[in-house]
């Protein structure tokens, strides 16, 4: 059973807005925080944005700083990713993630323990 589900992906035209969401599925588990991470076709995993539970920080790639907004609740294990002005670069698969370990930076995807399936994000021009 896959134990992070993503959804609210689809198609968006640049400058719109769209917002991605995680949820735990069935396992039971305690994060110190969670994460988004993109891959296009071709490219490697990349990070998008976490956030660390304990302080409330919030850290972004400086691709989207400014345009993407990451917010969630530590205990349900949920994390939402608010895009807006997107651009047709931002097209991916959008992967939620979550880090068991208090250590994690959590910027890149070997920080992260448990995963999500992903949700195809494209933004048309």
């Known amino acids: 059973q896959v134990p992070l589900v993503e959804s609210g992906g689809g198609l968006v035209q640049a400058g719109g807005s769209l917002r991605l969401s995680c949820a735990a599925s069935g396992r039971t588990f305690s994060s110190y925080g969670m994460g988004w991470f993109r891959q296009a076709p071709g490219k490697e995993r990349e990070f998008v944005a976490a956030?660390?539970?304990?302080?409330?920080?919030?850290y972004y790639a400086d691709s989207v700083k400014g345009r993407f907004t990451i917010s969630g609740d530590g205990p349900r294990n949920a994390v939402y990713l608010q895009m807006n002005l997107p651009k047709p670069v931002d097209t991916a698969v959008y992967y939620c993630?979550?880090?068991?370990?208090?250590?994690?930076?959590?910027?890149?995807?070997?920080?992260?323990?448990?995963w999500g399936q992903g949700t195809q994000v494209t933004v048309g021009s």
């Open positions: 993630a979550a880090g068991l370990q208090a250590t994690s930076i959590l910027k890149i995807p070997a920080d992260y323990d448990l």
């Open positions: 956030i660390r539970w304990s302080v409330g920080s919030t």
